[in-house]
């Protein structure tokens, strides 16, 4: 699997018009989102929403919790 710096992330994110993504939920389980897209910043640079274009749902994703993007393992 080809890697990711966690650093680059919302660099890349807004450019892309669809991505996968895996995280972990404050409940502690993996959420995948086959199908994605960015649509802001939160919290000072450390949250990143973005929406399920499968279902229209929004989410928010902690920095921090991002294991895998647009196919690429993230790593720090």
Known sequence: ME???????????P??????ITWASA???WVHID????????SEGDT????????GELAKVILDTIKEFAGKEVVL
């Open 3 to 13: 890697y990711i710096r966690q650093g680059v992330l919302f660099e890349v994110a």
């Open 15 to 20: 450019q892309l018009e669809e991505f996968s």
């Open 27 to 29: 409940e502690g389980h």
């Open 35 to 42: 199908k994605a897209a960015f649509t802001s910043l939160h």
């Open 48 to 55: 990143m929403n973005i929406k399920n274009l499968t279902t």
